[in-house]
């Protein structure tokens, strides 16, 4: 795990050393195990280190006096022994770093580096004789990149924290389109932060920063091969390139603790771990960890008990039952709430990975979705497959849902792309006037753009490839990844995610060419028949998995008491965002009706107390400096 900071100026010719500095002495997490820098006529570079590996206490950023280029990574490559031999770099098992290996990358390949690469990445190259930074993230965004730029400057860096010590006011610069699309119930503008003078780089995107900005540019795009039916080869591949990507993510010379939540993601990650320390026993110490919700319809102690048969792991479970006050009462200044753990319970996962010196969470994010049957009755409909499509429909649950499907449905005769976008915009829609809750800055922006959905203007083979691929590179996605980063970061823990693994998504989306019919509502057909094997006998009948709601309504009611302090305490810092006595009547309502409330309204009086107290958070943060 490394935190990174570059700091440049378009019109000098002095090193940012103070600068770059600053950006590293901000880091909110925990120490470092190491820290070292590196200075350009016109810039500065910074890296802390937190050693996974041996290789990874030679990281360091790169000054390349006859290029006039300095480069420094976060990088954590996953086909570096391939691109060792065909750099010329000789054997890659030797001392040569991750981060070293990207920068001979760029220095064959330039600006279509990234698209070499497999793994977690985010660097950035200050380019002396262009005055130009260029930055690149990997294809999910797993690693980090914040940038923020002027006509004079501009600063690189891992946590938005680091850039806020750089910026004079924070509190004045909250961005309200974020605060809006954080109450619409999911991000839908790619790039935002929570300041107007930071930003996140995307996804799989690069941007080449000058005085005056710069736009980032994507540079991973769907392929498809020619269209054929699925067959046991390419589920063996599948299978194989999951292995692979579990198997990559296990190297670390320290313990690893790896999610085991009952689930199918989760399970088969720590299933195809213990096939791994089988064939290579002499490995660090493995713990899994479990979240439990016994007497939830989410509880699968099942199913972790059948997985903990089958492996020669130590398991650790805790109580996500237990209530968490974290995102009131203990807010940090890059964002507003996400400070809980699994569930919305206590981070005891992280607890266990300080007491045994982890410092790596195998995470099992997006499983369900990658091998999803995404769009099938559309492409039932443009096959002209009615006998399949009448099937399905009539798997809806009342006349109500059937017709609603039945409706769905008959966008397939659109082209894939448009369908989604038609789609986006229904599902998305806003009431016309802006809700009685919301302060002037939110009005303003009333409603939250549509989501922005990074569809290439292609032949798309499929609805299935088109919706995959949607979902892939969503803002909501890339939201959720960055959460799950973020919490790990908090303790130094680098989260690695099989599932994000750029070779077996490609694989994915070039079988997703060819429709995937369903049995009824089956739509994770292809995950059991691909990862099934993998898992104990008792997942074989399993077609689906409790609602987590119930826990996380339970959570949100536990908050009510610490929400209502806030709302009577205090300077009133939400008012541009949220209207005082609006919200106070809501909490009242909420409280009147105990468990009857609205969940919706539920959880948007909680997510105010989040806001406020973040809010009251940034103000201390804000004047504290000025004392």
Request: hydrophobic letters at 45%; proline letters at 6%.
């Amino acid at each position: 795990m490394f935190a990174i900071a570059l700091a440049a100026s378009f019109d000098e010719d002095r090193p940012q050393l103070d600068s770059a500095g600053i950006l590293l002495d901000a880091w909110p997490c925990p120490a470092a195990d190491g820290r070292a820098s590196a200075s350009a006529p016109g810039a500065a570079a910074g890296v802390l280190r937190w050693a996974v590996v041996e290789r990874d206490r030679a990281v360091a950023p790169l000054w390349d006096a006859e290029r006039q280029l300095l480069f420094v990574g976060d990088v954590r490559l996953y086909n570096r022994s391939a691109l060792a031999r065909e750099l010329g770099l000789g054997d890659a098992a030797g001392d040569v770093s991750d981060a070293a290996i990207a920068w001979a990358a760029y220095l064959r390949w330039g600006e279509q580096s990234p698209g070499h690469l497999v793994g977690d990445f985010a660097f950035a190259v200050w380019d002396q004789r262009r005055r130009s930074i260029f930055a690149a993230r990997d294809h999910f965004g797993v690693r980090p990149l914040l940038y923020s730029a002027d006509s004079r400057s501009a600063y690189v860096a891992t946590d938005v924290r680091q850039l806020l010590a750089l910026t004079k006011t924070p509190l004045a610069e909250i961005n309200a389109q974020t605060v809006l699309e954080r109450f619409s119930m999911f991000r839908r503008t790619h790039g935002l932060t929570y300041f107007r003078n930071i930003s996140a780089l995307p996804p799989a995107h690069t941007i080449v920063i000058a005085p005056g900005g710069g736009r980032p540019r994507r540079y991973w795009f769907p392929s498809f091969a020619a269209r054929r039916p699925i067959g046991d080869d390419d589920k063996a591949e599948i299978r194989a390139l999951f292995h692979q990507a579990v198997r990559d993510r296990l190297d670390s010379n320290r313990a690893i603790v790896a999610h085991s939540s009952g689930g199918f993601d989760s399970s088969a990650i720590v299933m195809a771990a213990d096939r791994a320390y089988r064939e290579q026993p002499n490995r660090p110490p493995l713990v899994t960890v479990s979240a439990t919700t016994l007497g939830m319809p989410s509880d699968d102690s099942r199913y972790m008990d059948a997985v903990d048969r089958h492996v020669q792991f130590e398991g650790v479970r805790w109580d996500a039952l237990q209530p968490s006050l974290a995102d009131i009462e203990a807010p940090v200044v890059a964002y507003p709430g996400v400070r809980r753990g699994t569930g919305g319970g206590p981070r005891r996962d992280l607890e266990i990975a300080r007491e045994r010196g982890a410092r790596v969470l195998l995470h099992g994010f997006f499983g369900d979705s990658l091998m999803y049957a995404f769009g099938v009755p559309r492409d039932m409909v443009r096959a002209r497959r009615w006998r399949e499509l009448a099937g399905h429909v009539a798997s809806g649950d009342g006349a109500r849902a059937r017709a609603r499907l039945l409706v769905r449905s008959m966008t397939g005769f659109l082209p894939p792309a448009s369908a989604l976008r038609l789609l986006s915009r229904v599902d998305n829609r806003s009431t016309i006037r802006a809700p009685r809750w919301m302060g002037p800055a939110l009005r303003a922006l009333y409603p939250a753009p549509a989501e922005d959905l990074a569809l290439p203007e292609i032949d798309w083979p499929s609805h299935l490839a088109c919706e995959l691929w949607a979902s892939m590179t969503s803002p909501r996605t890339a939201t959720a990844v960055d959460a799950s980063v973020a919490y790990g970061i908090e303790d130094g823990i680098e989260v690695r995610m099989p599932y994000l693994d750029v070779r077996l998504a490609e694989k994915l989306l070039a079988i997703s060419s060819e429709p995937r019919w369903t049995e009824g509502a089956d739509h994770r057909r292809l995950n059991r028949e691909v990862l099934g094997p993998l898992l104990p006998e008792e997942f074989s009948q399993r077609r689906a998995q409790g609602s987590w709601m119930p826990v996380w309504l339970l959570g949100a009611r536990r908050m009510l008491p610490s929400v209502q302090r806030i709302f009577a305490d205090g300077p009133w810092l939400s008012a541009p965002f949220l209207d005082i006595e609006e919200a106070r009547s809501m909490l009242a309502d909420v409280i009147a009706r105990a468990e009857s409330a609205e969940q919706r309204k539920l959880f948007l009086v909680t997510g105010f107390g989040a806001l406020e107290a973040w809010l009251r958070e940034l103000f201390r943060y804000d004047t504290a400096r000025y004392v």
